[in-house]
């Protein structure tokens, strides 16, 4: 019982992370990878760009990671080892959402405040 209900929850949390909603970028992803940069924005405005794809990536590739071991929680009685080829195929997904990303930062969507 307390494996299942830690693993809704991580479910539930990689849910809110992962890509995988249309609403979960605007309202959590970019957000937490804005205040992710900001610092080092203020540093170097040139570091915005790099770190705001960055926490992007680590939004994202959290929210599938936790997705994962959620589920595999919640339906398996045995633990299953998250694999090089799930991670990679996070991480592909990842790069196509941060292009996305990229290209509100360059079109000035999304701008560094100061």
């Known amino acids: 019982m307390k494996k299942k209900i830690k ?27 804005y205040i992710f940069a900001l610092p080092f924005g203020l540093i170097s405005e040139k570091l915005f760009l790099p770190m705001i794809i960055l926490g992007y990536w680590i939004t994202n590739v959290i929210g599938f990671m936790l997705m994962h071991h959620g589920v595999s929680d919640l339906v398996s009685k045995d633990t299953k080892k998250y694999t090089k080829k799930e991670l990679t195929k996070d ?12 290209l509100f930062v360059l079109s000035g969507f999304i701008k560094f405040p100061l």
Do not use: E, K
């Open 91 to 102: 991480i592909l997904i990842s790069v196509v959402y941060t292009i996305i990303v990229i």
């Open 7 to 33: 693993g809704g929850i991580h479910a539930t949390i990689g849910f809110i992370l992962s890509p995988l909603s249309w609403w979960n970028d605007l309202l959590v992803n970019i957000p937490l990878a």
